[in-house]
């Protein structure tokens, strides 16, 4: 039976091509716009838990001048004088088991970089001789700062790979000079590039020097005394101990600065849900607005078939009279605008995952490379089968009315409107 309803769909639609093709077209559009937005976002998802994931597994604790008030999203100016020390970081170090490693970090800030004629502005980072193996982040030429660098306070800097091309050019640099603040620092490496960030937040735009040297040339109110650090960035022996080191840390903080509340403790975690959260809204907004193409699409199936049972009220009411049943001629109208359905589903599907590959190709030559991911293929079995679900489900929907209406037909009503 719904071998000869496919025949008689077939025959159908060559009598009416025009009338086809431009139903058939409305689904096409409508599954391409759904696929295309659907693949795009799905690689934007991806490519952003990637990156995310790569830092997951890891926790800062830091002193802000702005802390949040306990219960509420308001944010006042920190009303205590506590700082973390160095000391605070070897005693994270020995007595929080579920710690892997444990490191300071400080910053001061934009600094005009020179190198002859040439300058460049730059974040410069206070750093330990540990960054390198806790940021997974090697040098391609040179080396990173070493315990020697630190005791004697070398006036030494490893640059970034765009500091690198923006001031020498590619060249050699390791025993040059790098200046800014009007002090002089020989440069002893190169890191690699990360694509990590674009123009100012660029990861690769980044001048590290020695934590000691940095507190000792620029200590005051910057970067404040020797031994104190703003931030300390904390690794966890696994992924899962995550949660109970952070308990650990802050047990320790607390207890050893008075149990005063003059820090905040940032998470990759919690930053990766609301990125999930956000991306998902996103999402669903954008898949809401592509469906109404697809809605459009499935109106043309409902005014073609309405007119087909119009145009077809004889044959109709000749196969009721011969014993079709009611349900095979439901049956055979729903079979036409599945077919219908699925003959633009299928251009659909072409059409939409040509789109996904050419904007994935675009985005992943600026996104993905700035995140330090690859975009995922548009072509997969989930797209496929969504589209073709998704075309079956418009046919069904919009081809139920008019099959049901051809169904409840009798023979007189056939003659009476014929």
Excluded at 126 to 144: D, K, M, V
Excluded at 164 to 177: A, C, H, N, P, T
Excluded at 261 to 270: A, L, M, Q, R, T
Aim: proline fraction near 4%.
């Amino acid at each position: 039976m719904i071998f000869d309803s496919l025949l008689i769909t077939f025959r159908i639609l060559g009598v009416n091509k025009l009338r086809s093709i431009l139903t058939i077209l409305g689904i096409t559009v409508g599954i391409s716009a759904v696929i295309a937005i659907g693949s795009v976002g799905y690689g934007a998802k991806v490519v952003l838990t990637s990156s995310l994931n790569k830092q997951a597994g890891r926790f800062s604790i830091r002193r802000e001048n702005y802390v949040k008030v306990k219960g509420t999203e308001k944010h006042i100016p920190n009303p205590h004088k506590e700082f973390m020390t160095m000391d605070d970081v070897e005693a994270i170090k020995a007595n929080c088991p579920s710690v892997a490693n444990a490191i300071p970090t400080d910053e001061l800030g934009w600094r005009r970089m020179k190198s002859g004629e040439r300058s460049k502005h730059s974040p410069v980072s206070l750093t330990t001789e540990e960054f390198a193996s806790f940021e997974n982040w090697s040098t391609i030429f040179g080396r990173h700062f070493n315990r020697s660098d630190m005791e004697l306070l070398s006036k030494v800097v490893v640059i970034g790979f765009d500091v690198w091309q923006s001031l020498f050019r590619g060249k050699d640099v390791i025993g040059q000079e790098l200046k800014f603040n009007n002090q002089r620092y020989t440069i002893i490496g190169v890191m690699e590039k990360t694509g990590q960030g674009e123009g100012y937040e660029s990861k690769d735009n980044k001048v590290l020097l020695p934590m000691s040297t940095g507190k000792t040339y620029f200590g005051g109110n910057r970067v404040g005394p020797r031994n104190q650090v703003r931030s300390i960035s904390i690794r966890p022996k696994s992924p899962d101990l995550l949660q109970q080191a952070q308990k650990e840390v802050e047990i320790l903080i607390r207890r050893r600065h008075n149990d005063k509340p003059f820090y905040e403790i940032d998470s990759v975690e919690g930053t990766l849900k609301l990125v999930n959260n956000i991306l998902f809204a996103v999402q669903l907004v954008t898949l809401l607005i592509a469906v109404f193409p697809l809605v459009i699409g499935g109106i043309g199936i409902l005014n073609i078939m309405l007119v087909s049972v119009v145009e077809r009220v004889p044959e109709i009411g000749l196969r009721k009279a011969v014993g079709a049943k009611p349900f095979q001629i439901r049956i055979q109208f729903l079979v036409e605008a599945v077919v219908i359905s699925l003959i633009g589903s299928m251009l659909g599907l072409v059409f939409g995952l040509t789109a996904a590959t050419f904007l994935g190709d675009i985005l992943s030559q600026k996104m993905a490379s700035q995140f330090d991911a690859d975009w995922p293929s548009a072509f997969n079995p989930q797209s496929i089968f969504s589209g073709l679900m998704m075309g079956m489900l418009v046919g069904i929907t919009f081809g139920f009315l008019p099959a049901n209406q051809a169904a409840r037909m009798t023979p007189i009503d056939a003659i009476r409107n014929k």
